[in-house]
């Protein structure tokens, strides 16, 4: 959390003034999602509040799990993918999204595809993809 909360007051403060602000904007979605207020995220102006084409595209679809609607977010992971710079990503957080709504076999297809290539993009993806086959029953699979 850092100093989220500090923070806080005075990123709201310059949203009030309509100051663009790209640190204003980070602060004020960390304050929304420790409020839990995923809505708040989904309904904010990104003309004026954006962030950073992947950032705004993460958070518009982890927003969307937060409020409960997996396909919206399986819906902006892939409009956050159609670019190829973001797509490996925006991918992984899709895998990440299906394992957290209990679809395991899909996440481990997103790791499996390409031979495998998307838990090699960093430890985590790989610690992720050895739970998600763990949960599968691929304890075998998971160990290799």
């Known amino acids: 959390q850092g100093r989220l ?22 602060v004020v979605m960390g304050g929304f999602v420790l409020a839990d207020d995923y809505q708040a995220i989904l309904d904010r102006d990104l003309e004026k509040r954006q962030i950073h084409p992947l950032v705004d595209g993460l958070l518009k679809a982890w927003a969307y799990m937060g409020v409960g609607s997996v396909d ?7 409009q956050v993918a159609e670019e190829e710079a973001l797509r490996a990503f925006a991918t992984y957080h899709k895998a990440l999204a299906l394992a ?15 031979d ?9 993806a790989a610690m992720a993809r050895i739970e998600i086959q763990s949960q599968l029953g691929e304890n075998e699979m998971a160990l290799a």
């Open 72 to 78: 919206e977010a399986i819906k902006a992971f892939d």
């Open 100 to 114: 957290s709504a209990g679809n395991y076999g899909a996440a481990e297809a997103l790791f499996a595809a390409d």
């Open 5 to 26: 909360k500090q923070a806080l007051p005075v990123a709201e403060r310059l949203w009030q003034e309509g100051a663009r602000s790209q640190v204003a904007n980070i």
């Open 116 to 124: 495998g290539q998307l838990s090699r993009l960093s430890r985590r």
